[in-house]
DNA sequence: ATACATGCAAACATTTTGCTTTGGC
DNA sequence: GCCAAAGCAAAATGTTTGCATGTAT
């Protein structure tokens, strides 16, 4: 059942970079104010990004994301617009959702509210559930009956949506 | 919202060969016959890979998969072992779980039984959970709610396992 | 002035395909 | 014998890194 030892799973949540003061709403000014404190430098490209993740209303891949942050004809490297989100990831503002697609897209996390995907098999269309997260209790049963701590989750549904039906 | 239009998403979850009989239970009996009701042929590799994802305990990456279905020294092609988990995955007899690893697990899909998956953020460990799925009832809501049909969900808990803490 | 962030290019890992040969039916 | 499946090799895709240069602090 163990998978190999040699293996670094670490990646996969633990942040490289220690996060003392966790995000309270979901905010330009808090996300930079969390930047600062964690001693990362607020640059052109990242405000271009930040601002991008925040107008999103669904997960964006790389690709996506370095579009969108475009001014002017001026996209930041496509390097750089992967290591933003790494260490947005790492500070856990950003998270990747799995959308059953070849690469990886992401989305700022609010700590406010906890939102789950429904994805349409058909045309791709991402839909979120607005409504109270239906696992979080599971959650707490998971910690006592699995001795698991620290828990996240992810959760995805996949369907056809009305205009595809 | 709606994604690029000119994207093909088919891939995700429509299968390319229509399976017209669904798996009644998970054994190799019943995939080695729904795979010649739909045509296939029954070959030493496909047998040698169902073989191995039946004793599978946790979902197996295609590289698992190869190295598993080694029969005195002998393993199918890496494309071989791609090409059969497509097809099965495309006949929904089997499926991709998300790890948060560079590379897709594939399980078998028992119609009999639902399992969500917790996977330790530290070691790698997956654990299967054997209580009624958390979300099931949801999915029926979601039918009603936003109008999505043929709903599946894809369920991944994350946390420190008890040897781990 | 210093150290972090960036752009560019190259390396890497994984997935996917083309094509010829093999083998199930 | 026919056509699907397999093996081999190469291409395609997406991710990640090294290093010289730029820039926030």
């Given at each position: 059942m163990r998978l190999p030892a040699n293996v670094n799973w670490s990646f996969m949540t633990r942040p490289t970079h220690t996060n003392q003061s966790p995000l309270k709403e979901l905010s330009l000014g808090a996300i930079v104010e969390l930047l600062r404190a964690n001693g990362m430098r607020i640059t052109k490209n990242r405000m271009q990004i930040l601002d991008t993740l925040l107008r999103a209303s669904k997960p964006l891949s790389l690709d996506e994301i370095q579009r969108r942050a475009r001014v002017a004809g001026d996209a930041p490297d496509y390097a750089t617009v992967f290591r933003v989100m790494t260490l947005l990831e790492s500070l856990q503002i950003a998270q990747k959702v799995h959308l059953n697609r070849p690469c990886s897209y992401y989305e700022l996390v609010n700590p406010q509210q906890h939102y789950d995907h429904i994805i349409c098999t058909e045309c791709g269309r991402v839909t979120l559930m607005?409504?109270?997260?239906?696992v979080e209790r599971v959650e707490r049963k998971i910690g006592k009956?699995?001795?698991?701590?620290?828990i996240r989750h992810s959760l995805e549904f996949f369907g056809k949506c009305p205009e595809c039906t």
């Open positions: 607005i409504d109270s997260c239906p009956q699995y001795g698991f701590s620290e």
